[in-house]
């Protein structure tokens, strides 16, 4: 797989741009990003703001995987099955015919980093077609990786994604996870416990922000070539943030006010989809 780090574009859905309530934060996204000189462009054809679910997922430079967008937290209204967009349709129009899959998996539910990919067990669930092991090895030949590695999902997340809950390093051995609070580090123990054992060391890092109402994990930021774009949200909380990406980045990380993501339950990662072009 393409590793966030080897990506050069960005693309949003144009619905970030054009509703109302969003378009500050990508006005701020933008901006950004035309300050580091990172491409960047919008999504047509789309309908919900979080492409990293939808979009295909990024193999090789001219191999994508488009997967069955079809997850169980959508399809109990009608109201929000409307809100489901064919990634394979919206890629098409950028001039890129994906490979498609009847696997049923959210790009927000994959975390990985040479050969080595992290997806909550939600996947197992939402494929019972699939006999287990034969579901992880149709994955690891569509993602032409080496390793699968489940972890449990965070208790109370609806939609069951990854990308809140653990990033690579840059390296395949070494992981963060959230720093969370105290009532919650029974998840934090079993997540762990998951890692560990295909040998990959892990490390509390990242600091849940208690106070922001909705998704407030930092760890949901958006990683292309060297830069990190990571959220924050205008509280004193923030501070803890910032020294954690410059621990990690360096004079490459940048903070974005999120908070209008936050409160729809998503935050950078989740409304961003990027690859090489």
Known sequence: MINDCQTNTV??????KTRKQFAPVFK??????????VPWN???????????????????????????YHPSYLMNSAYWRKTITDGAA????????????NIKLDGGNLVHFDGKVIITDRVVRENPQYEKKALLKELKRLLEVDEIILIREEPGDE??????????????DLVFI???????RNIEKQVTEDIEKHGIKVLRFFPVNQHMVGAGVPINFLQVGKWALYPVFGLKTDDA?????KTLFGPFGRPI???????????????TWNILR
Request: glycine content about 8%; some cysteine.
């Open 11 to 16: 693309y949003v859905s144009s619905l970030l």
């Open 241 to 245: 943030t910032r020294r954690t990406f």
């Open 42 to 68: 919008v999504l047509e054809g789309t309908n919900d703001i979080w492409a990293r679910d939808y979009m295909p997922v990024q193999v090789s430079k001219t191999h994508f995987v488009q997967f069955d």
């Open 28 to 37: 701020r996204l933008t901006e950004t990003l035309d300050e580091l000189r």
């Open 159 to 172: 939609f069951g994604h990854a990308d809140g809950m653990a990033w690579f390093s840059l390296r395949n």
């Open 90 to 101: 919206v890629v098409r129009r950028l001039g890129i015919e994906p490979e498609l899959s």
């Open 257 to 271: 006010r999120a908070n209008e993501l936050a409160r729809e339950g998503g935050l950078l990662h989740c409304a």
């Open 178 to 184: 959230n720093e969370y609070p105290p009532g919650m």
